[in-house]
Nanobody, 122 residues
Framework: QVQLQESGPGLVKPSQTLSLTCTVS??????????WSWIRQAPGKGLEWIGY???????YYGPSLKSRTSITRDTSNNQFSLQLKSVTPEDTAVYYC??????????????WGQGTQVTVSS
C-alpha cells in the first residue's frame, strides 16, 4: 500500500523558511486524479489544509497561506516538498503530508504520513 514519510528540520527560526519533504512509496505521485497535500495542526487547533500539488504538477494553496507557500515535486524520487517562508511562532504545528482523492460526494484523505513536529523558535 501507499506510504508517505515526512522529513526535514524540526526547529526553524522566526523569519526563516520552513522546508519539508514527503517521500512516497507504493504508488506514483503522477497517478491520475490524486492530490498530494500538506496539512498541519497547531496546538489546540484543528487541521488546516495548506495546499496540494496535483498528479499533473499544478499547485494550489489555501488563501491565508498562499502568499508565502510553495509546493513542488520531484517525480524522479517520487517526492513532493513544502516551503513556507517568513515563519512565526504561530506556524508551530505538526505537519502532515497526505494523499487526497475525490469521490462523488466529497474529497477525502486516503493515506496519511505520520506527521512531523515543527517548532518555530529562536
Amino acid at each position: 500500500q501507499v506510504q508517505l514519510q515526512e522529513s526535514g528540520p524540526g526547529l526553524v527560526k522566526p523569519s526563516q523558511t520552513l522546508s519539508l519533504t514527503c517521500t512516497v512509496s507504493g504508488g506514483s505521485i503522477t497517478t491520475n486524479l490524486y492530490f498530494w497535500s500538506w496539512i498541519r495542526q497547531a496546538p489546540g487547533k484543528g487541521l488546516e489544509w495548506i495546499g496540494y500539488i496535483s498528479w499533473s504538477g499544478s499547485a494550489y494553496y489555501g488563501p491565508s497561506l498562499k502568499s508565502r507557500t510553495s509546493i513542488t515535486r520531484d517525480t524522479s524520487n517520487n517526492q513532493f516538498s513544502l516551503q513556507l517562508k517568513s515563519v512565526t511562532p504561530e506556524d508551530t504545528a505538526v505537519y502532515y503530508c497526505a494523499r487526497v482523492t475525490v469521490t462523488t460526494t466529497t474529497w477525502a484523505v486516503d493515506y496519511w504520513g505520520q506527521g512531523t513536529q515543527v517548532t518555530v523558535s529562536s
